[in-house]
């Protein structure tokens, strides 16, 4: 499968540990965006990064997430400190940074329940 | 600043009936529009995509767009549901250089027996 892969599908948490999510992107994107998606509503553009540099984030991206690239690959995205309120898919992206379109695939997401 | 405003948050039609999911988009210049569908438990797929080439787009699975710039509009169509058509649908509105994807809130379709 040459897909974009996310790491785990699921995840449950007490509140207040650290998570963290990782995303495999399809291998020559050179693009990869986090979203996050409640229940019922639409994605929300979090971070996103072209290689190994994130570029621009997103007022939703509080102190405590952060998101890193290191070898302009995979990509992992730590919540820390976890609130009920971060309680949603994490979707991740990828794409070209070229062309007509700049069509996104998505992985299948990372659902995040916090207790 | 991009905004997408999804008409309809359900709608439902029987098997066999044609299907319209409105969607009006506002960019401050000539966008990129993108309609994605997302089924239970499976990530998000693109349907068809339009890029100020041919106003019409045509998708997968008989699904196809209008590019209407004079309504800031950009409906999605078949003209016969299947079963397997329902799904959520998210209309995406696209900046310049493709970096910020705006997503509407999404419209949910239901296909009746």
């Known amino acids: 499968d040459t897909g974009v892969s996310q790491d785990p599908r699921h995840k449950i948490t007490k509140r207040g540990q650290n998570v963290t999510f990782r995303c495999d992107p399809i291998s020559e994107h050179n693009r990869l965006y986090w979203y996050r998606q409640t229940l019922g509503q639409g994605p929300e553009f979090l971070t996103y990064f072209q290689n190994e540099a994130q570029l621009e984030k997103s007022r939703l991206l509080s102190d405590r997430f952060s998101a890193e690239r290191p070898k302009g690959s995979f990509s992992t995205l730590e919540i820390q400190r976890t609130e009920q309120g971060d309680s949603a898919m994490y979707l991740c992206?990828?794409?070209?940074?070229?062309?007509?379109?700049?069509?996104?695939?998505f992985g299948p997401g990372t659902r995040l329940t916090v207790l | 600043a991009q905004s997408v405003t999804q008409l309809d948050s359900h709608v439902s039609v029987s098997e066999g009936t044609p299907v319209l999911l409105r969607c009006n988009y506002s960019?401050?210049?000539?966008?990129?529009l993108f309609w994605y569908v997302q089924h239970p438990n499976k990530g998000l797929q693109l349907l068809l995509k339009y890029t100020s080439a041919a106003t019409l787009v045509k998708g997968i699975n008989g699904f196809e767009a209008e590019f209407k710039k004079s309504e800031t509009s950009f409906h999605l169509t078949k003209p016969s549901a299947h079963m397997s058509d329902a799904a959520e649908y998210f209309c995406v509105v696209v900046n310049l250089y493709g970096q910020n994807f705006v997503f509407g809130p999404g419209t949910r379709l239901s296909v009746l027996p």
């Open positions: 960019s401050s210049y000539s966008p990129s």
């Open positions: 992206a990828s794409s070209l940074d070229f062309g007509t379109s700049y069509e996104q695939f």
